[in-house]
């Protein structure tokens, strides 16, 4: 089956303008999360999603990111007035469900560069 | 102290010796512990999850979990050029942290011909 997709793959953008970011999760995957990976860095937790309960923002580093989900489909991560310390590989990844035990997939990341 | 800790490499082990990856963690109440691996430029895999004291195969893959010890670890026999990657430990801190995972910063395996 079908694996969680990202678009764009790549996006260079320029200090100060806002960018989006997509994300697809697994079909029938009621989880959904997003992490940060700056090079030759590990993951960060960003946001995590679960069903219609209200998103976990706990990892969010500043009021510039934001993210929104509709149902349990598509979410978008939404930087605001870019830096370039947001420059980084931004991976989504779902679950079957947000609980203890339940395994996540990542999809492949959008690489996002700020000049 | 960092939260989840991996020897941060890199190692080296020959094809066909066991590579042994390890990783501790903080929280005496973690409940599920997950190992990925990444290939340069490629987003996270996961190949092994484990919930419960013991061990866990699958395939060349052996995970080996010690609450007690807040210890977690891969164990990977008859090591090929192809799994050379490096190896991220993730644990999940359940109770009200669910859903979050928390990765050690990785171990960067390779496996020499």
């Known amino acids: 089956g079908a694996g969680v997709s990202q678009s764009p793959s790549n996006k260079v953008t320029e200090k100060g303008k806002d960018v989006e970011l997509r994300c697809d999760p697994i079909?029938?995957?009621?989880?959904l999360y997003w992490y940060r990976q700056r090079l030759g860095q590990g993951l960060e937790f960003l946001i995590y999603?679960?069903?219609?309960?209200?998103?976990?923002k706990s990892g969010l580093p500043s009021d510039r990111f934001s993210a929104e989900r509709t149902g349990e489909s598509v979410s978008t991560l939404t930087i605001q007035r870019t830096q370039q310390e947001d420059s980084a590989v931004y991976l989504c990844?779902?679950?079957?469900?947000?609980?203890?035990?339940?395994?996540?997939?990542f999809g492949p990341g959008t690489r996002l560069t700020v000049l | 102290q960092k939260e989840v800790e991996q020897n941060s490499g890199p190692l080296s082990v020959p094809e066909g010796a066991i590579a042994s990856l390890n990783c501790t963690y903080s929280?005496?109440?973690?409940?599920?512990f997950f190992w990925y691996r990444q290939y340069s430029g490629k987003s996270p895999e996961l190949i092994m999850s484990?919930?419960?004291?013991g061990d866990k195969e699958d395939g060349r893959f052996t995970a080996q979990l010690n609450k007690a010890s807040q210890y977690v670890s891969l164990l990977i026999r008859d090591s090929q050029p192809s799994d050379s990657a490096t190896y991220l430990c993730?644990?999940?801190?359940?109770?009200?942290?669910?859903?979050?995972?928390?990765f050690g910063q990785g171990t960067i395996l390779t496996v020499h011909p």
């Open positions: 990844a779902s679950s079957l469900a947000g609980r203890t035990y339940n395994e996540q997939f």
């Open positions: 079909s029938g995957h009621t989880a």
């Open positions: 999603f679960q069903g219609n309960s209200a998103p976990d």
């Open positions: 929280d005496r109440g973690s409940q599920s």
């Open positions: 484990i919930y419960s004291n």
């Open positions: 993730a644990v999940n801190l359940g109770g009200t942290s669910y859903g979050k995972l928390t």
